[in-house]
């Protein structure tokens, strides 16, 4: 009971560095919140790995470690060194963006906690800590879809991005802890190019229009 | 029902590893000359083509090659993506020999950049390859996933604007919808566990037999996220927005890179995946057939409206491909085998288009219908080409689309989805208007000046034409004797009809 307590704690801890992540305006803060969010990630996989007696999560949390908390932190700090420091004016201000992620938060939390059959394919994963982890991890995949329509400011894009693959990334402890830490390898490593290329060819959009704004990437459109 | 046999084959993983060795070759030495890059990227394609053929050869012979505990499987299905690949490949660096050289100052192709590219194009083959070839329902994730890695700067090759903006536009559009597919793959592997083994939950090949157990509203929010994840890498209406935007950046090759066998990679993955529910959930049949439907039509539309020629062949892939998505989802052998000979047709027919598109480009320097009716023309080859094109495409008789397209029409009448079977007609009219008329415009409409001694208005040189006479006359010859691909049609789709089935 007290090693589930622990689990559920560091998952409302993921989730709030998850919404810090989101709304600090300043990109290099954003992005310790997301160093951050990512150690508690990894270490839900170390928790979940020690609760399940299951070595192959240590790897996991190994993974995680190396690519979410060390490797892409660096690469945006990397980036955000050559690039303006602030967050680009969002649409929407800093009340009214909290006030929307609120109610995301609250309408997934009470539909994906209540009716957790329609996305839960098997028993276990209906019962806590599983429960409480799944329905986390589709909170921060919204979270991180939210970045991804609201936001302008490229970099910040990339850590919706992130926050996107890393709600998936929460959802395999509850549906695929079996599988092999290869395979999550590979995902996590994909996420990594992933970001760089994102990042470089950022670079080169404000090399060439001088802004990380997504929103005047608009030569295209017709 | 033919008896397939399973057998071990080191062919089955050469096929991705030696291009992507290749790959490896030329960005290490491929600065240094043309021979480390043109030259290992030739033969590197040549070998993979022949590993290609030697797998079509085996899988024809009823053999299904298998390495690696079975994580790797080769059936007809990959068999005919792999073959395709490496002809598309073949065609696509003959063809970027002069076309990336003259068509740009040499300042944008330096050695360094031309050696990036055709790495990045082995790799995205090796890629490709791997996606393919993997028989593991995560793996497909990643493997797809790399493919989208290994083309974004082929995209933005110039370092333009327009291509910087184009290659983020799909790398970041590309990777969200692929991370949704990612948890529409790990919602079936987990649905399947209580039926299968660790191991055996994540192959495709075991995932088919107890796909009937799996409850509906898993099977729904699944196949939900496998339209909406792999329809993006597919161009599939209303996750296209990246593709028209990287059809016109980038280098013409690319082009018909993406349109030929990028785009087909989402395609199959959506024939692993979603496809494996078609017989048991009806519903799966009929969201799949709305959204084809849409996509197909207003896909076209769209195509009508422009003035880019590259963007109206991209709006075009949109609509085209919604065929072969249509025909895999209804789950039947005439639709799936209609569904596959669209793929192979539409390879053909879009990279010959996208060539003929890229040579019309590289003379006249210019991808607007309105500035290319006034140019005059002395471009035969390209003429011919683009008619054959234009016409195949459009589903007209004696040409290969005309072929594929009417095995579609029956297959969606016969499933008893006769709005859909109308839908399809009425977009085939509007593909041959869209494509008459921009043939018209460009090559017969009287050019508004004169200029006889204008210096670009010759036809391509010989390493530009060959592709893209090599590949209108696959449209004349696939188009009369059908039968000839008919053996390896037939297997990839018996394939895909054994995994349904167990």
């Not at chain 2, 299905?77 to 003259?102: H, N, P, T």
């Not at chain 2, 609509?319 to 895999?328: D, F, L, M, P, R």
């Not at chain 2, 016409?391 to 397209?405: D, E, Q, R, V, Y």
Request: charged share 10%; with cysteine.
């Amino acid at each position: 009971m007290i090693r589930g307590n622990l689990i559920v704690t560091l998952m409302i801890a993921h989730l709030i560095a998850s919404i810090l992540a989101v709304e600090i305006r300043n990109l290099k803060s954003a992005t310790i919140a997301l160093c951050v969010q990512a150690f508690f990630l990894s270490s839900i996989f170390a928790a979940f790995a020690h609760l399940s007696n299951n070595p192959t999560l240590y790897w996991w949390s190994l993974t995680a470690l190396v690519t979410k908390v060390v490797v892409i932190p660096w690469l945006l700090l990397v980036y955000i060194r050559k690039l303006p420091k602030a967050e680009i004016t969002p649409f929407m201000g800093l009340t009214f963006s909290i006030s929307i992620v609120s109610i995301i938060l609250v309408i997934f939390y009470r539909f994906i906690h209540t009716y957790i059959e329609f996305v839960a394919p098997t028993p276990e994963a209906m019962v806590e800590p599983a429960r409480s982890c799944l329905t986390i991890s589709f909170m921060i995949f919204a979270l991180g879809l939210y970045v991804l329509i609201a936001r302008k400011d490229a970099i910040k894009v990339v850590i919706g991005l992130c926050l996107l693959e890393n709600g998936v990334h929460l959802s395999l402890i509850t549906l695929a802890p079996g599988l092999p830490s290869t395979t999550f390898i590979g995902i996590a490593t994909n996420v990594v190019i992933a970001a760089w290329l994102l990042l470089y060819l950022t670079g080169k959009i404000f090399a060439i229009i001088g802004s990380t704004d997504t929103s005047i990437l608009s030569e295209l459109r017709r | 029902m033919t008896s397939i046999e399973v057998v071990e084959s080191n062919l089955a993983i050469l096929v991705f590893i030696i291009p992507t060795i290749f790959s490896l070759i030329i960005f290490a030495f491929g600065r240094f000359s043309r021979l480390l890059r043109e030259g290992i990227s030739f033969l590197g394609l040549l070998i993979t083509f022949l590993i290609s053929a030697a797998i079509c050869q085996k899988v024809l012979s009823g053999y299904v090659l298998s390495a690696w505990n079975m994580t790797i499987y080769v059936d007809g299905l990959s068999a005919l993506m792999e073959i395709l690949g490496s002809l598309m490949g073949l065609v696509i660096v003959f063809y970027s020999l002069k076309y990336l050289k003259r068509h740009r100052p040499p300042e944008e192709v330096t050695p360094k950049r031309l050696s990036l590219y055709y790495g990045l194009l082995m790799l995205f083959l090796g890629t490709m390859n791997w996606t393919c070839a993997t028989n593991n329902i995560v793996m497909l994730f990643v493997s797809l996933e790399a493919t989208t890695l290994a083309t974004t700067f082929l995209i933005a090759f110039y370092w333009g604007r327009r291509g910087v903006e184009a290659g983020y536009k799909y790398l970041l559009l590309v990777t969200v919808g692929v991370t949704f597919a990612l948890f529409g793959c790990v919602l079936v592997y987990s649905a399947s566990l209580p039926y299968l083994s660790g191991h055996e939950a994540q192959l495709f090949t075991s995932i088919g037999g107890i796909a009937e157990k799996i409850p509906s509203s898993i099977v729904l929010l699944a196949c939900a996220f496998f339209i909406a994840g792999f329809g993006t890498k597919a161009g599939l209406m209303p996750f296209h927005a990246w593709l028209p935007d990287a059809h016109a950046e980038a280098p013409a090759p690319i082009s018909a890179l993406l349109s030929g066998i990028v785009i087909k990679v989402g395609v199959y993955a959506l024939a692993r995946t979603a496809a494996v529910f078609s017989p048991s959930y009806s519903a799966v049949v009929v969201f799949v057939a709305i959204i084809a439907s849409a996509s197909m039509f207003l896909g076209i539309c769209l195509a009508l409206v422009q003035d880019d020629l590259k963007r109206m062949l991209a709006y075009s892939s949109v609509s085209q491909i919604a065929y072969v998505i249509e025909g895999i989802g209804l789950g039947t052998y005439l639709g799936i085998y209609g569904g596959l000979f669209h793929l192979l047709n539409h390879t053909i027919i879009k990279g010959l288009l996208l060539l003929t598109a890229g040579a019309l480009v590289y003379t006249t320097r210019t991808r607007s219908i309105q500035e290319l009716q006034k140019i005059p023309k002395k471009m035969p080859i390209t003429l011919f080409c683009f008619f054959i094109g234009a016409l195949a495409i459009a589903g007209m008789p004696p040409l290969n689309g005309f072929m594929s397209k009417l095995t579609l029409f029956l297959a969606v009448a016969q499933r008893g989805l006769l709005w859909a079977a109308v839908i399809a007609i009425l977009t085939s009219l509007l593909t041959a208007a869209c494509f008459v008329r921009a043939a018209y415009r460009i090559f017969w409409s009287k050019p508004a000046t004169q200029l006889a001694t204008n210096p670009h208005s010759k036809d391509v040189p010989a390493s530009m034409w060959l592709g893209m006479g090599i590949l209108a006359l696959l449209c004349i010859v696939i188009g009369i004797y059908p039968h000839l691909i008919h053996p390896i049609l037939d297997s990839a789709t018996q394939c895909i009809l054994k995994i349904l089935g167990g």
